[in-house]
């Protein structure tokens, strides 16, 4: 399944390095979202984008910075992180319409550990 | 907000058992989608259900739409090893509306 790509697939950070997540999608979708998930959390949805504008930000902190240059791809930019933010961040993209039969496609995810 | 009731929270089984596992809601949804995670991976859609009523079945796994919108269930016949893993339902009103995860059903199939 290569619908929704994600590098790197792990990354180990220091809490004062700058590091970026990459996302791309090959469905032809017009939404992409961020999610974070925690062990024994439900997923945590960061951000969605639509048609390249951001319509959703879940009270993330600022030390988590999207971007999304155009409809296929996304990034989530990181810097001084906390070692609580090691999780697996998951990007998705989905078809938003007017039919409402929203279904989102996840990538492989980005296992991330900050030291 | 919305909140997804996922039970049983995790499941053990012998291989050739069916399994059934199911979600809740507080309010109604419009869709009720089925994901499945393998460790170090994304969720995987298995099955997407947009009306009421609707049953669905993709090989050996059947998911039903309840007709008050707000459960839904998902059935594993005949499981296999290979049916290891997490099994999220997820919820949504539709259009721009975000969808609403349960936290998950961990299956463990002993052979």
């Known amino acids: 399944e290569t619908g929704v790509t994600q590098t790197p697939r792990h990354l180990v950070m220091g809490m004062t390095n700058k590091k970026s997540l990459k996302c791309e999608q090959h469905?032809?979708?017009?939404?992409m979202y961020w999610y974070k998930q925690s062990a024994k959390k439900p997923l945590e949805l960061m951000f969605v984008y639509n048609f390249k504008e951001q319509t959703e930000n879940n009270s993330v902190p600022s030390r988590f910075s999207p971007e999304c240059p155009n409809s296929s791809h996304l990034f989530l930019h990181l810097h001084t992180l906390q070692p609580e933010d090691s999780a697996l961040y998951l990007c998705?993209?989905?078809?938003?319409?007017?039919?409402?039969?929203?279904?989102?496609?996840f990538g492989p995810g980005t296992r991330l550990l900050v030291l | 907000g919305q909140q997804l009731n996922q039970s049983p929270q995790s499941m053990f089984i012998q291989e050739g058992e069916d399994v059934s596992m199911n979600c809740t809601s507080s309010s109604i949804f419009n869709t009720w989608l089925w994901y499945k995670q393998d460790p170090g991976e994304g969720p995987v859609l298995l099955i997407a259900l947009y009306k009421a009523g609707e049953l669905t079945s993709n090989g050996r796994l059947t998911a039903q739409f309840g007709i008050t919108r707000k459960d839904s269930f998902l059935n594993i016949s005949a499981s296999i090893p290979s049916d290891v893993g997490i099994y999220f339902c997820a919820g949504s009103l539709g259009g721009s509306e975000k969808l609403v995860f349960g936290k998950g059903t961990k299956l463990t199939v002993n052979p």
């Open positions: 469905l032809g979708h017009n939404a």
């Open positions: 998705a993209s989905s078809q938003l319409g007017t039919s409402g039969q929203e279904t989102q496609y």
